[in-house]
Nanobody
Framework: QVQLVESGGGLVQAGGSLRLSCAAS????????MSWFRQAPGKEREFVAA????????YYGDFVKGRFTISRDNPLNTAYLQMNSLKPEDTAVYYC????????????????WGQGTQVTVST
């Protein structure tokens, strides 16, 4: 089992920045790869960013366009999502997730999910 706890969400003005954190526990960090998804009211869960199995590989949703950066701190068993140039349309609940295999963009491939953290971007 893997437990994931997100933090760092909040209210920010358009153009601002937030850094989300996801602390993992329960199994060695190297056993799985971390990703971020988001879900806005009335919409499906959407892929945001993922860490690849090859060190240094990262993947992003098309809408990110260079604004977000996913990273990890192995000694702390923590993944991060640095979000810059935030827009009102980025408002959503952001979830971190862990997968042991499979494709990074498919939510059904993920076995473990955090509880989510709300990000609200005001105009």
């Amino acid at each position: 089992q893997v437990q994931l706890v997100e933090s760092g969400g909040g209210l920010v003005q358009a153009g601002g920045s937030l850094r989300l954190s996801c602390a993992a526990s329960g199994r060695p960090f190297s056993d799985y790869r971390m990703s971020w998804f988001r879900q806005a009211p009335g919409k499906e869960r959407e892929f945001v960013a993922a860490l690849g199995w090859t060190a240094g590989n990262t993947y992003y949703g098309d809408f990110v366009k260079g604004r977000f950066t996913i990273s990890r701190d192995n000694p702390l068993n923590t993944a991060y999502l640095q979000m810059n140039s935030l827009k009102p349309e980025d408002t959503a609940v952001y979830y971190c997730a862990a997968r042991e295999r499979g494709t990074y963009y498919n939510p059904s491939e993920y076995s473990y999910w955090g509880q989510g953290t709300q990000v609200t971007v005001s105009t």
